[in-house]
């Protein structure tokens, strides 16, 4: 039995549609990323999945129980964790208390090892948490039951970057204990790390399902390169370069104050293999190489088409 | 059961015993006003005898010159009738309301909870003032009329309490109603605030006239702070068509907030 089977779900507001017939199936013991540009729909799905709103059409399962027959799903969530888009607590009680009563609703087998890793001040109450630290609460009350499906809407915002690689690790070792995780996310580069596989969600439907690996091969590389010289010989037209931009500097200076005489800039998206990118510039004198992760949206636009329903 | 009423019921605590402090120096300060008033001549049963009737009703007005008489419109009419009804409707008004506005709800549903079960465990959380507060007065106001050289009958003086209990919870229950069918607080509580006083109003206003029917459905109907004190009327019946409302506002609650999208 899949732990989420989505199918055909649908929610309208009026005359927006959040979600527009999204169907996919997460399975057993994988690492799930649900992308999309903010306002896609991601939290409409997730607060459909929990059961905290119906849908206009369409349904859901979660481990089995229908999203819309409450007494099924009140039993399926003894299994869930879910950490909400902006998790919020009892202001008055602190980290312990709320521990406290989510243990005695729904268990706490792994608390002390998940307070080893996410460490919140317990006795201080939650009035006076940092953005972080009820992030690391939530998070931990989300896992702190063992339970065989998390859902987890924007993990990783409010963490700095230190938790969220320790966030990271904890997610793939989760997986490998045989936890399945569904979590959503506006940032390629933060699912690439961690997700088996992806769904890309725009406007409130689904554009694709991939394995993590298709989907960046195909979303590519941003590059920029700086090399000396006028770079009209650099061969741009090949295999996985797109949109290439060349422009030309004189009279630029290097870092360490030299005139370099004549720079060209060269930025493009490149999709092809790392191999031929060197090779492209072979014989040129290279000032400075920057490759980074396409930004999410640019991966939209190049795959997806821009402004059929924007 | 019960852990998410003792879990809220808690931090009740604090906020009811400071409520409890603040309704019994009212209390002990109408007690030590009473025998200076009825010593300084004044015939205060005249005086509001020149009251109109309405408002001698709406005031709880009768035996003014009691001690009976006196606290069961200047207390308990007052204090508990209008002012902790208000308060218990405001503070239910909250109960599901501000969770919602402040996104808390949806942790507390990723719980193994049913969503009639967290209605009613946090209106359960009400009984916390209110179990405090009538706890906590009537030893305040016995000792005090003791003092003062007074007597009050003991029976009537409980009673008085023990009978506010269910119209405290009728108008908690008002409270829980607005909080469910709104998605902010603010205006659940103004909503149930407004309610709750104005089917005071009501039932007061419209008591001799033709659209006294109105009042059947306010809860100040069926709890007579005056009748319990000065004539021993316990209203049993009342007690429990309060009751009776509170099962009704609570279940409606329950159903209504376990069909609902929380936004």
Not at chain 1, 99 to 114: I, M, Q, Y
Request: glycine share 10%.
């Amino acid at each position: 039995m899949a732990p989420i089977k989505v199918d055909g779900l649908t929610r309208r507001y009026g005359d927006v549609v959040a979600n527009d017939g999204v169907t996919f199936t997460v399975e057993a013991g994988e690492v799930f990323g649900y992308l999309g540009p903010n306002g896609a729909g991601k939290t409409t799905t997730i607060r459909t999945l929990m059961g905290l709103q119906s849908p206009t059409a369409g349904t859901a399962r979660v481990l089995g129980a229908d999203v819309r027959d409450e007494r099924a799903l009140v039993a399926a969530r003894r299994r869930i964790g879910y950490l909400p888009a902006s998790p919020a607590f009892d202001e008055g009680a602190t980290g312990r208390e709320i521990l406290d009563l989510h243990a005695s609703l729904k268990g706490d087998r792994r608390r002390d090892e998940l307070l080893a890793l996410f460490d919140p001040p317990l006795d201080r109450k939650v009035r006076e948490y940092s953005t972080g630290n009820v992030q690391k609460l939530g998070l931990i009350q989300a896992f702190v039951h063992d339970p065989d499906l998390v859902i987890l809407d924007e993990p990783t915002s409010g963490l700095d970057p230190l938790m969220q690689q320790r966030f990271n690790e904890f997610v793939r070792e989760e997986r490998d204990a045989g936890t399945t995780v569904f979590f959503s996310s506006h940032v390629l580069s933060e699912v690439r790390r961690v997700c088996d596989r992806v769904a890309i969600l725009r406007d409130g439907r689904l554009l694709t399902i991939e394995d993590v690996e298709t989907l960046l091969d195909r979303s590519g590389k941003f590059v920029r390169v700086r090399l000396a010289g006028d770079a009209e010989a650099v061969d741009l037209d090949r295999n996985g370069v797109h949109d290439p931009q060349v422009s030309t500097v004189t009279g630029a200076q290097l870092a360490d104050g030299a005139d370099a005489g004549t720079v060209t800039e060269v930025t493009f998206t490149f999709t092809g293999d790392v191999n031929d990118l060197v090779g492209a510039f072979a014989g040129h004198r290279l000032l400075d190489l920057d490759l980074q992760e396409a930004p999410l949206e640019d991966v939209f636009m190049r795959f997806y088409g821009e402004g059929t329903d924007a | 059961m019960l852990e998410l009423a003792r879990f809220e019921g808690r931090r009740k605590l604090k906020g009811a015993l400071a409520l409890a402090v603040g309704l019994s120096l009212l209390a002990a300060m109408d007690v030590w006003v009473f025998p200076s008033v009825t010593a300084s001549g004044v015939d205060l049963e005249q005086f509001v005898e020149a009251y109109p009737p309405a408002l001698r009703r709406m005031m709880g007005i009768e035996a003014f010159g009691s001690i009976e008489g006196f606290l069961a419109s200047q207390l308990y009419v007052f204090a508990w009738l209008i002012l902790l009804g208000l308060y218990l409707a405001y503070s239910a008004a909250s109960l599901i309301a501000d969770d919602v506005e402040r996104g808390r709800m949806d942790v507390t549903l990723s719980l193994p909870v049913t969503r009639s079960r967290v209605v009613a465990e946090k209106y359960l959380t009400l009984l916390v003032p209110v179990l405090v507060v009538n706890a906590v007065t009537p030893v305040v106001v016995s000792v005090g009329v003791a003092l003062v050289g007074e007597s009050i009958s003991l029976g009537r003086l409980i009673a008085v309490h023990a009978l506010s209990v269910p119209y405290l919870l009728a108008t908690g229950g008002i409270g829980l109603l607005a909080s469910v069918a709104f998605d902010r607080a603010s205006v659940a509580q103004r909503v149930a605030m407004g309610v709750t006083f104005g089917l005071y109003l009501a039932e007061s206003v419209l008591a001799g006239t033709d659209y006294r029917q109105v009042g059947l459905l306010a809860p100040s109907r069926y709890y007579d702070p005056t009748a319990i004190l000065v004539r021993g009327e316990y209203d049993l019946a009342g007690a429990a068509i309060l009751l009776g409302m509170v099962a009704v506002l609570v279940g409606a609650s329950a159903l209504w907030f376990g069909r609902k999208d929380v936004q």
